[in-house]
C-alpha cells in the first residue's frame, strides 16, 4: 500500500493534486489544516493511499469481511500516520532554534522539547514568555513557570459545596501512578481546609499492606477509614454513609494485564450514579504513554 501527503491552499485542490498522480483509485485517508512546519506547501494536508492491484481482493470475496478488514487497516493507517506526524512534527520544532536575543529562551526551548511537550505548544509558551518579559518582569524561571501554571485548568467540583450529598470520587489508574498520596492530598485541601467531615476507603487489597499507608494517612488526619475488599462491599458502604460530605476512594493499580480482574469494579465505578471517577496519571510521563495508559 502506498500513502502519500499533498498540500495545496484548499483541499480540494490537493485531492485533485492525489488524483493526478495516484490515479483515480486513490483512496482518502485524512484531510487536515497543514502543521505550521509544512504550511508553505500550502494551507491543508490530504493523506491518501493507493492499493496496488495485486492485493485487491478477488469478486467472489465476501463484501461484508472484505469492507471490514479495510476499516480496520484504514484506522491502523490513521494511528500510525498520527504518530508519523507527530514525530516529524517534534523533529521539525527540535532542529528550529528559537530567534532570540536572549540565548536563555534556546535553552528553555530545548528543556520543554526533551520533556515531550508539544512542540507547537512550545512555541506558544516562548512567545508569551516574551511577552511578559518587560523590565522588571523578575527571572526567566519565574515566567515560564507562570505560562505553563496559567495552562493548567484546575476543577474545582471536590472542593465545591454539595446540596445533594457527600461528594464521592473514586481515584483509578496504573500501579505507582501516586493515587494513594494523591487521596492525601486532596483529603487535606478539599477535606481538612473547608472543615468538612471526609472518609477515606482503600480497596487497594491486591498490593502487599495496600491498605495500610491509607489507614495512616486517615490516621493523621483525623478522617473516617474503611477497607473494602469488591464492588459489592462498596456498594454497601455507599448504602450506609452517615454524615460524611467528602468521600475519597483508593482503588488498585491496573496495568494492561489486570484488565479482567479490574471488570466488575470498572463497571460498578461507570453505573453507580453520583460516583466520580478521576484518572491519576503522573505528569512528567511521556505523552504517547499517557495517552496508551488512557
Known amino acids: 500500500m502506498r500513502i502519500k501527503s499533498f498540500y495545496a491552499n484548499t483541499v480540494e485542490a490537493a485531492v485533485a493534486l492525489a488524483r493526478r498522480e495516484l490515479g483515480a483509485e ?32 478477488p469478486a467472489a470475496q465476501d463484501t461484508g469481511a472484505h469492507e471490514t478488514r479495510l476499516a480496520a487497516e484504514l484506522a491502523e493507517m490513521r494511528r500510525q500516520l498520527d504518530v508519523m506526524g507527530k514525530t516529524i512534527t517534534r523533529s521539525a520544532w527540535s532542529g528550529t532554534r528559537w530567534p532570540s536575543s536572549q540565548p536563555e529562551m534556546s535553552e528553555w526551548q530545548a528543556r520543554l522539547m526533551a520533556a515531550d511537550m508539544d512542540g507547537e505548544l512550545v512555541h506558544q509558551i516562548l512567545e508569551a514568555v516574551e511577552r511578559r518579559s518587560a523590565p522588571g518582569s523578575g527571572p526567566l524561571e519565574d515566567r515560564f513557570a507562570a505560562e505553563i501554571e496559567e495552562r493548567i485548568l484546575i476543577n474545582a467540583v471536590l472542593a465545591a459545596p454539595s446540596v445533594d450529598g457527600p461528594r464521592i470520587a473514586a481515584l483509578v489508574g496504573p500501579p505507582g501512578a501516586g493515587k494513594t498520596t494523591m487521596i492525601a492530598k486532596l483529603a487535606v485541601t478539599c477535606g481538612l481546609a473547608a472543615r468538612c467531615p471526609i472518609d477515606l476507603w482503600s480497596m487497594d487489597d491486591y498490593r502487599v499492606a ?45 496495568g494492561p494485564r489486570d484488565m479482567d480482574r479490574a471488570q466488575d469494579l470498572a463497571r460498578f465505578l461507570s453505573t453507580r450514579p453520583g460516583l466520580m471517577t478521576h484518572l491519576v496519571l503522573t505528569a512528567s510521563t511521556k505523552s504517547a504513554d499517557l495517552i496508551h495508559v488512557a
Do not use: N
Open 26 to 57: 486513490a483512496m482518502l485517508v485524512e484531510s487536515r489544516r497543514a502543521p505550521l512546519e509544512a504550511r508553505h506547501l500550502g494551507e491543508y494536508e490530504v493523506v491518501c493511499a493507493l492499493v496496488p492491484e495485486a492485493a485487491a481482493p
Open 210 to 254: 495496600g491498605a495500610d499507608q491509607l489507614r495512616s494517612y486517615a490516621t493523621i488526619l483525623g478522617a473516617g477509614f474503611r477497607m473494602l475488599d469488591s464492588a459489592g462491599a462498596l456498594a454497601q458502604a455507599l448504602d450506609e454513609r452517615h454524615g460524611k460530605r467528602l468521600i475519597l476512594i483508593d482503588t488498585p493499580g491496573f
